[in-house]
């Protein structure tokens, strides 16, 4: 069966620093991945998706970026994260379009 | 781009009470999906509607898709303790989803 793995679950960071979320899905292959944040209270926002390995497109210009090294494998990253970074950051895979998305646990970042 | 709109907000709910949610598109979807988040958790994938007209049902959850499919509603009857959480719809695109923002749920015991 397919499972999705995210980690950490909670982290604190301050202003300046790097970050690096990493999503990891197993059971599939060549799944498309996605990156979402999600503001206290708020929608889910589209951060970044991959069709493929090396393949990362992203939805909204900002002070991330993704990476996608291994099949199964999704990484969000900051070189200096803000204030503004703050929110709850899911991971999502499907294994094409038109199924469903099966989210990570998240992460839960406050930048302090 | 492909947005999707969802009212109401907020819908608090008496137990045993009847209501909806309602996702309208600016375009037509290919399909439209129903997530459901409980309060501290993750979205979860309730169902999927492809067909214009289509109607769903999931216990107390019916789930209708228009003839347009530009917009789709979520009715819940008898609500329970257990519904709480935020419903989302979103609508399918090339390779990725528009999420409404969702209407958060609230039951009066």
């Known amino acids: 069966s397919q499972t999705i793995h995210q980690w950490p679950a909670t982290l604190v960071q301050p202003v300046g620093s790097p970050l690096s979320l990493e999503c990891t899905v197993e059971?599939?292959?060549?799944?498309?991945l996605y990156w979402y944040r999600q503001a206290a209270g708020r929608g889910l926002q589209l951060l970044f998706y991959s069709v493929g390995i090396g393949q990362i497109s992203s939805e909204v210009p900002q002070n991330l970026s993704a990476s996608r090294p291994q099949d199964r494998q999704f990484i969000l990253s900051s070189k200096k994260l803000l204030l503004s970074d703050s929110g709850f950051y899911l991971c999502?895979?499907?294994?094409?379009?038109?199924?469903?998305?099966?989210f990570g646990s998240g992460t839960r970042l406050t930048v302090v | 781009g492909q947005q999707v709109m969802q009212i109401p907000q907020y819908q608090h709910v008496q137990e045993g009470e009847d209501f909806t949610t309602y996702c309208n598109s600016s375009?037509?979807?290919?399909?439209i999906q129903w997530y459901k988040q409980r309060p501290g958790g993750h979205p979860v994938f309730l169902i999927q509607?492809?067909?214009?007209?289509e109607v769903k049902k999931q216990k107390r959850l019916t789930f209708q898709f228009g003839e347009a499919k530009k917009n789709s509603s979520l009715h819940i009857t008898a609500t329970q303790t257990t519904d709480v959480g935020t419903y989302f719809c979103a609508g399918d695109g090339d390779y990725k989803l528009s999420f409404g923002a969702g209407t958060t749920v609230t039951v009066r015991a």
């Open positions: 059971g599939t292959s060549n799944p498309n």
């Open positions: 509607l492809v067909k214009s007209g």
């Open positions: 999502a895979w499907r294994e094409e379009t038109g199924d469903g998305y099966t």
């Open positions: 375009t037509t979807l290919s399909n």
